[in-house]
């Protein structure tokens, strides 16, 4: 699937929601919780609700969580 997207819109899009959801890259304690912060927030309002506009945003939270705290305590072989 070869999508176009105009980087143009896409940019003051994301600075949009940046400003509103921190959402980066996780790589301090501060931003560790912050992050988590927001995650609890979002499952207060979108739960297990798949169809919810927001829960592809809880899942990337997780996800983001997930390798920071994997990076802080990586698995024993």
């Known amino acids: ?16 929601v940046q ?8 790589e301090s ?3 560790y919780h912050q992050a988590t ?3 609890h927030h979002l499952l207060d309002v979108v739960r297990d609700d798949n169809e919810h506009p927001l829960y592809s945003l809880v899942e990337i939270l997780g996800d983001m969580l997930e390798v920071y705290e994997e990076h802080l305590e ?4």
């Open 37 to 39: 912060d927001l995650l």
């Open 1 to 16: 699937m070869n999508t176009q997207i105009d980087l143009q819109k896409l940019a003051p899009a994301w600075q949009a």
């Open 19 to 26: 400003a509103i959801a921190p959402i980066a890259h996780i």
């Open 29 to 31: 304690e501060q931003e």
């Open 74 to 77: 990586p698995h024993a072989c």
